[in-house]
């Protein structure tokens, strides 16, 4: 078991099935290509991490921060992720906090495949989507 010494969460351990391969890196990190992905324990958040430098991002799966979100990804991008169905792809969007606040970037959301341990950030250019949409908090009773 592999682990990753992070100064924001700590000794992260993981299993080579948490290993994804960016190949094009991520806006804005450019050079690190592989990250490990942990999900935030009781949350439904997750943690990309990068294995070979302290660079991290929250994400979240975007079927859980909005409804009706859709894309169309090209063919490149099938073939980067080695992708055989829409259903091999995982669509995860980047979590930034403002404050107290929570946003997701729809614009440019993470696409992670299970399958083939590979991922990209996809930059949707046919859509106007905002890259701080607000997280809504659901309300305890």
Same mark, same amino acid.
């Given at each position: 078991?592999?682990?990753?010494?992070?100064?924001?969460?700590g000794?992260?351990k993981?299993?080579?099935?948490?290993?994804?391969?960016?190949?094009?890196?991520?806006?804005?990190?450019?050079?690190?290509?592989?990250?490990?992905?942990?999900?935030?324990?009781?949350?439904? *958040?997750?943690? /990309?991490?990068?294995?070979?430098?302290?660079?991290?991002?929250? #994400?979240?799966?975007? %079927?859980?921060? &909005?409804? $009706?979100?859709?894309?169309?990804?090209?063919?490149?991008?099938?073939?980067?992720?080695?992708?055989?169905?829409?259903?091999?792809?995982?669509?995860?969007?980047?979590?930034n906090?403002?404050?107290?606040?929570? *946003?997701?970037? /729809?614009?440019?959301?993470?696409?992670?495949?299970?399958?083939? #341990?590979?991922?990209? %950030?996809?930059? &949707?250019? $046919?859509?106007?989507?905002?890259?701080?949409?607000?997280?809504?908090?659901?309300?305890?009773?």
């Open positions: 078991m592999m682990e990753i010494n992070s100064k924001t969460y000794v992260l993981l299993k080579e099935d948490q290993i994804y391969s960016f190949e094009a890196g991520l806006l804005g990190v450019l050079d690190i290509k592989q990250y490990a992905l942990f999900p935030m324990e009781g949350t439904s *958040f997750f943690v /990309l991490h990068g294995l070979d430098e302290d660079v991290s991002f929250v #994400l979240l799966p975007a %079927q859980l921060a &909005i409804v $009706d979100y859709g894309f169309r990804i090209t063919d490149e991008i099938i073939e980067l992720l080695s992708l055989e169905t829409s259903e091999d792809v995982g669509v995860m969007l980047v979590v906090i403002q404050g107290e606040d929570l *946003f997701v970037n /729809l614009m440019a959301p993470i696409l992670l495949s299970p399958h083939s #341990l590979k991922g990209c %950030q996809y930059i &949707i250019k $046919d859509q106007e989507l905002p890259i701080r949409y607000p997280l809504s908090r659901k309300e305890d009773d």
